[in-house]
């Protein structure tokens, strides 16, 4: 069906004789002669005015139409003589598609709390917030393309199914086959994934492993895929199904790791600020009003750099007078709090934290000279905390071999990953940028399952 988007026609630059709307009725008001309507397609945060005269020949279709429901209209777009809109429709036809039950219909007119819309994902779509965020979701995965294409780094796609566990933390979902069919075992029990793949089978919480895999040939790679942890941490910052942005770099360490982030980040924000700038302004009016400066800040300055023993000692020294529910100490990860007061309050801007305890990172990161540290990094940014992990892997065979040794992981699951460095070994470095993080950095939503279309976070799993 041949049809103009409204933000199309919103943005027309002189009258049209004949044009064909579709979308949802977001209000109705009759007048004696006309009834206007508000008219939503999704393209934009803008409704289009409707205005259907009692001539029309399918005046009466009208008595189907209210809130909610889906309509085709034909008409003359033309200036509007009202205020508030340059273009109007005059409707010459108007058919109802799909009715919507006025007493049923979820989303009236007024301001819906986030807590309610949650329960109704299906529809929440359809409300100017989350019109607003899931265009400009959908705009920040084009600019993440375009960023790493533009610099030349190519897009691989890396196993959501796997058998390693990446970051070593033990919070991965389990992938059983639910063939029913298989026998079981002698001691009565059937485990369908290892029957399956012969071996136990999980989802991946991160791609990084077979990132480095397509780097160490390829060059510079990136891939950006959905990502699953099932920790038990019901904050409003983790998912238990989340999407990740993994570059991973050949020949780089961990310098140029920290300014690919910068760039990125940097890179990303005036992307949004430029082609999201009227769904934007929803955000930076009504749900951070401090947003534009963020954002500004971000766009405009150096992020800072601070090795991780500097920035436990900032803190350390910033109590009693601040006051932290965890005490930080050299060993222990960064609270979110802690977190918070380097970048909202310290130094009141995005701070790379780099050179973490080895102790508390994954096998895969390169120890530093002092033996006590690895090449790790964190970008942190107001508001949102960690959104950026990352790091340069341990290159040197007999390093890495150590440390799988140390941590008591299994070797030979691991051999595949040590042969990149048994042959032609390079320095190499990568991060992991929170995609629902970043989102909510850019918009001030405070709470990841908004800006998640259908979250999946602990007793939680909508549809
Ligand atoms: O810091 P993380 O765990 O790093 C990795 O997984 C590395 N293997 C990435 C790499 O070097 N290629 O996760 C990376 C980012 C975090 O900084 C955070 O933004 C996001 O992923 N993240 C989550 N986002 C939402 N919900 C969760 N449960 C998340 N866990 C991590
Ligand atoms: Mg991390």
Redesign the pocket.
């Known amino acids: 069906m041949e049809r103009t988007r409204v933000v199309q026609a919103l943005r027309s630059t002189a009258p049209v004789d004949d044009i064909q709307i579709m979308g949802w009725v977001r209000t109705k008001r009759d007048s004696k002669q006309f009834t206007f309507l508000e008219v939503n397609d999704g393209s934009c945060l803008k409704n289009i005015q409707v205005i259907v005269d009692s001539d029309v020949p399918s005046y009466s279709e009208l008595e189907g139409i209210n809130t909610g429901a889906s309509v085709r209209l034909r008409g003359k777009l033309v200036e509007s003589p009202g205020k508030g809109q340059k273009w109007e429709v005059q409707a010459t036809e108007i058919a109802l598609i799909g009715a919507a039950d006025p007493e049923g219909y979820p989303l009236q007119k007024k301001r819906h709390s986030d807590e309610f819309l949650r329960t109704i994902a299906q529809l929440r779509p359809r409300t100017n917030k989350y019109g607003a965020l899931y265009r400009i979701r959908a705009e920040l995965a084009q600019a993440i393309h375009r960023f790493f294409h533009e610099r030349g780094f190519y897009y691989v796609h890396t196993p959501i199914i796997t058998g390693s566990d990446?970051?070593g933390a033990g919070e991965m979902f389990q992938v059983t086959s639910l063939d029913m069919n298989t026998p079981p075992r002698a001691n009565g029990q059937v485990d369908h994934s290892q029957d399956f793949f012969g071996q136990s089978a999980m989802l991946t919480?991160?791609g990084?492993l077979s990132?480095e895999v397509l780097a160490c040939s390829l060059g510079n790679v990136y891939t950006f895929g959905p990502t699953f942890?099932a920790?038990n941490s019901n904050t409003p910052?983790?998912?238990a199904e989340?999407w990740?942005v993994?570059p991973?770099m050949a020949f780089a360490d961990l310098k140029d790791d920290i300014d690919l982030a910068e760039a990125f980040l940097q890179y990303l924000v005036t992307h949004i600020r430029e082609h999201c700038s009227e769904d934007l302004d929803l955000f930076t009016r009504f749900v951070d009003k401090e947003l534009s400066a963020t954002l500004d800040n971000i766009a405009e300055n150096a992020f800072v750099r601070l090795p991780y023993r500097e920035a436990v000692e900032i803190l350390q020294k910033a109590r009693p007078k601040q006051a932290f529910e965890y005490e930080p100490t050299f060993g222990e990860d960064l609270q979110t709090e802690h977190e918070r007061y380097l970048t909202e309050t310290h130094f009141q801007k995005p701070v790379v934290v780099y050179d973490y305890p080895k102790s508390i990172k994954p096998f895969y990161m390169r120890v530093n000279d002092d033996q006590e540290t690895v090449a790790a990094m964190?970008v942190l940014v107001p508001r949102v905390g960690?959104?950026?992990?990352?790091?340069q892997r341990e290159e040197r065979l007999e390093v890495l071999e150590g440390r799988i040794a140390d941590m008591g992981l299994p070797r030979e699951e691991y051999e595949w990953y040590l042969d990149l460095r048994r042959y032609g070994t390079v320095p190499h470095a990568?991060?992991?940028?929170?995609f629902?993080?970043v989102l909510m950095f850019l918009t001030g939503v405070g709470n990841?399952r908004d800006a998640v279309p259908f979250p999946r976070t602990p007793g939680h799993l909508h549809f």
Do not use: L, P, T, Y
């Open positions: 990446c970051e919480v991160s990084q990132a942890r920790e910052r983790h998912a989340f990740m993994e991973e964190d960690e959104i950026i992990g990352g790091s990568g991060f992991g940028m929170g629902e993080r990841i």
